[in-house]
């Protein structure tokens, strides 16, 4: 059964760091693209970041440009997405998911197969 579970959000403020991680099980992680999606009440889920199986290559939306990094530890068969720089805007329910390693650039939530429950990031101004 594959699972994908996500920590460390959380309430932070403005200007301050997150790191989210997702840990994977019931798949092999590196035969995969990984990507975060999030969504705010009230507003369609869209997509944040993604990265290449191997980490070589990775995409992210533009507001989070700068911001935001995206890794994986393959090894570790987890994920992570470091936020800096936080925004009350960045406030939303993050979503990590799988898709088939064809998958690349732009995260499209149609090609993502397997998803996590999601963790709470609420940033205070």
């Known amino acids: 059964q594959v699972q994908l579970v996500e920590s460390g959000g959380g309430l932070v403020q403005a200007g301050g760091s997150l790191r989210l991680s997702c840990a994977a099980s019931?798949?092999?992680?590196?035969?995969?693209?990984m990507a975060w999606f999030r969504q705010a009440p009230g507003k369609e889920r869209e997509s944040v970041a993604s990265?290449?199986?191997?980490?070589?290559?990775?995409w992210y939306t533009d507001s989070v440009k700068g911001r935001f990094t995206i890794s994986r530890d393959n090894a570790e068969n987890t994920v992570y997405l470091q936020m800096s720089s936080l925004k009350p805007e960045d406030t939303a329910v993050y979503y990590c998911?799988?898709?088939?390693?064809?998958?690349?650039?732009?995260?499209?939530?149609?090609?993502?197969?397997?998803w996590g429950q999601g963790t709470q990031v609420t940033v205070s101004s």
């Open positions: 019931g798949l092999m992680l590196s035969r995969y693209t």
């Open positions: 990265t290449s199986r191997s980490g070589s290559s990775t």
């Open positions: 998911a799988a898709a088939p390693a064809t998958v690349r650039g732009p995260a499209r939530a149609n090609e993502y197969l397997y």
